[in-house]
């Protein structure tokens, strides 16, 4: 299981950066969104 697990994330090394980008950017705005209602 730890082979299959390393040979996907050798294959996919570009997607996961990109869905890391996404995935701050999705809790960037999450973050922000929360702390709107506070600022106004």
Known sequence: MA???K???????DTIIADAI???ALLV???VGL???GMV
């Not at 040979?7 to 090394?13: A, D, G, K, L, Q």
């Open 3 to 5: 082979k299959e697990i």
């Open 7 to 13: 040979t996907v994330i050798i294959r996919s090394s």
């Open 22 to 24: 996404g995935a701050a």
């Open 29 to 31: 705005m999450l973050f």
């Open 35 to 37: 702390s709107l209602p």
